[in-house]
């Protein structure tokens, strides 16, 4: 049986796959802010990201410094070609998994 | 494929717009993630923090940014206690998988480490056990036992010479008038005995002389010299019996009609203590005024625990040992003889008897037992020892089966091989004795102080122990490794 992400890392994976380029710390954490609406914890961002990139579905590149970050390099985070491919098998599953659910029924709340 | 957010190196120097994240946020981030993690962490908490600064005050942001670093700090902690079982599942895989490999090996090293531990359990309980002794009253501290001691006499903490009352013995020779009575005639009928030397009595055993009295002597000076020693009643031919050697003036004799009540014999230990350069014609107060007719030469009259102590000797009617020397030819005989005259005399205590040796052995019966206990174990732990060393053979000659094939395929012969299994092995055993050497030399003087008299710890028992432990070890490799250097070099080639 395929182990399959968990919640968090789909999310940070996705976020990471939306911001094209621009993904480090502070832009998924902003990003999951307008998505989600949940104020997440840098913890709770790291910790999945960790593993995706032990999980090799995502590579670490060092950027440069800014004044903002007061002379520290930023960290983006982008998509391996296994990560797209998980990525893809995640949602093929998802979609099975969710066809033949008319909409009404769940809004029915019965 | 990376784009920059703009906000490029250069532009930094110009000004910071926002308060820097404190000190100690900074020092913890450093203390939690390596050099590449805490660049881009501190970096993403300065960010956050600058913009939150500017949104909503610094107070929100600061009370923000301690709560970010104390959920960093948990996740950090968890991730790692998850990692630390991680590995420990591992290694204990690696360890069962080695196990299952070397099965000989692990074999031998489990069964000595089982070995080693029954013992053990079984001593911790036969001591916790003994130790529980009499604790089963309820009120086992306030049991005493009441005796008479003499000072001085006891050694090794054993009480050995628990005594009743001295007013005791004139009575009990009112009571037994026969026992004075008889003596000499039944002296005489054992000496009718071909087999028997000579028979003397005396006060009490002279491996084992009890009575101590303390006197005043006074020494060549004038002065007054307290002296403690041991004294023993003997019959006239006591030192001929038992075969003591005069140092010094005359022993007793019946010619001398002043023997019996004024006369004494000492010992060179009391001469000594007493520094006299002439002794004979010298008065003691020995129960009354004695004068010294001899000395003789210091023999032990206790275990060898303690030094030659002062001791006199002198006549004495009061003799509760009779002494019989014999020859060792037909000794039942010669026992049943004695129990036959004995019973002729038709004494009223039964017939006991006892041989010196035993005797004097049965002063060493704790060493005697110490010794079998010591030899039983040490003879277990060097047999726990060398399976160790066949266990380290055994693996050795396995890891190192494909070394030995390349080495012989290369030409290496036979002995070649084995010097280098009994050079690696010889090297440690060296090592491991000059580590072993001052521990051993520590326990080994600690036990000796409890003897007066005790023998050197000489190099020589250092020497054999390391050739020995060298021979051993090599003796239990030798198989092993006449095996691997034996097999044919394609086999172990092949091997794995």
């Known amino acids: 049986m395929p182990k399959f992400m968990t919640r968090n890392e789909e999310i940070i994976l996705l ?23 949940g104020r997440w914890s840098f913890a709770s961002i790291y910790q999945p990201l960790d593993n ?59 | 494929l990376v784009g920059f957010s703009g906000d490029l190196f250069g532009g930094w120097e110009l000004k910071r717009t926002c308060p820097a994240v404190p000190r100690l946020a900074e020092r913890i981030l450093k203390l939690l993630y390596s050099q590449d993690y805490y660049l881009e962490r501190s970096g993403d908490m300065e960010e956050a923090y600058g913009e939150l600064g500017e949104e909503s005050g610094p107070f929100r942001a600061k009370v923000w940014l301690w709560f970010q670093i104390l959920k960093l700090f948990c996740g950090v902690i968890r991730t790692n206690i998850i990692w630390r079982f991680i590995m420990l599942k591992n290694y204990i895989k690696i360890t069962l998988r080695n196990i299952k490999r070397h099965k000989t090996f692990s074999f031998i090293n489990m069964a000595g480490l ?84 000579g028979v003397t009595t005396s006060s009490s055993v002279p491996t084992n002389i009890g009575s101590a009295l303390g006197m005043k002597c006074k020494s ?28 010094q003036g005359r022993n007793f004799s019946k010619e001398f009609g002043t023997d019996a009540e004024g006369a004494v014999i000492v010992n060179e230990s009391f001469v000594k203590e007493v520094n006299w350069s002439q002794s004979v014609g010298k008065k003691i107060p020995l129960f009354s005024d004695r004068e010294v007719i001899g ?40 026992l049943a003889y004695l129990r036959e005259v004995y019973d002729r005399f038709k004494i009223r205590y039964p017939f006991e008897y006892f041989f010196l040796d035993d005797h004097f052995n049965q002063m060493y019966q704790a060493e005697l037992k110490f010794g079998t206990v010591l030899i039983t174990f040490s003879g ?20 190192r089966t494909k070394e030995i094939g390349i080495r012989k395929v290369l030409g290496a012969s036979i002995p070649s091989i084995l010097g280098l299994f009994y050079n690696e092995l010889t090297r440690w055993i060296l ?23 005790r023998i050197n710890i000489g190099l020589w028992i250092f020497v054999v122990s390391a050739a020995s432990a060298i021979f051993i070890a090599l003796l239990t490799v030798s198989f092993q490794s006449i095996k691997a250097a034996t097999a044919n070099p394609v086999d172990s080639l092949r091997y794995e």
Request: net charge positive; hydrophobic share 40%.
């Open chain 1, 15 to 37: 976020t990471i796959l939306k911001l094209k380029g621009n993904a480090y710390g502070v832009s998924i954490r902003r990003q999951i802010y307008q998505d989600t609406g």
């Open chain 1, 52 to 110: 995706l990139v032990r999980k090799n579905y995502v590579r670490r590149i060092k950027g440069d410094p800014t004044a903002r970050r007061g002379g520290k390099s930023k960290f983006y985070y982008e998509l391996t070609p296994e990560g797209r491919h998980a990525l893809l098998k995640l949602k093929k599953a998802h979609e099975r998994i969710w066809s033949g659910f008319p909409e009404i029924s769940l809004e029915d709340g019965n």
């Open chain 2, 114 to 197: 089982v070995v080693g531990m029954t013992c053990f359990l079984l001593i911790l309980v036969y001591v916790c056990y003994e130790l529980s002794y009499d604790s089963m009253h309820e009120k086992a501290d306030r049991i005493y036992r009441v005796a008479f001691k003499h000072p001085g006499t006891s050694y090794m903490g054993h009480d050995s010479h628990l005594v009743t009352p001295s007013a005791l013995a004139p009575a009990l020779m009112e009571s037994f008038p026969e026992v004075r009575k008889n003596l000499k005639a039944l002296k005489q009928s054992i000496m009718e005995n071909p087999n028997v030397l």
């Open chain 2, 220 to 247: 060549e000076d004038g002065e007054d010299i307290e002296v403690h020693n041991y004294w023993i009643g003997v019959d006239y031919n006591f030192i001929d019996v038992f075969q003591m050697e005069m140092v």
């Open chain 2, 295 to 334: 000395v003789v030469k210091d023999f032990h009259f206790h275990s060898l625990h303690m030094k030659i102590k002062p001791l006199t000797i002198s006549i004495s009617p009061d003799s509760r040992y009779l002494h019989a020397r014999i020859r060792t030819e037909n000794l039942p005989a010669t």
């Open chain 2, 380 to 399: 277990l732990a060097i047999f726990i020892a060398c399976l160790g060393i066949f266990g380290l053979a055994i693996h050795t000659a396995e890891r």
């Open chain 2, 431 to 453: 090592i491991a004795n000059i580590i072993a050497w001052p521990v051993a030399y520590f326990f080994m003087s600690q036990w000796l102080q409890n003897f007066a008299y």
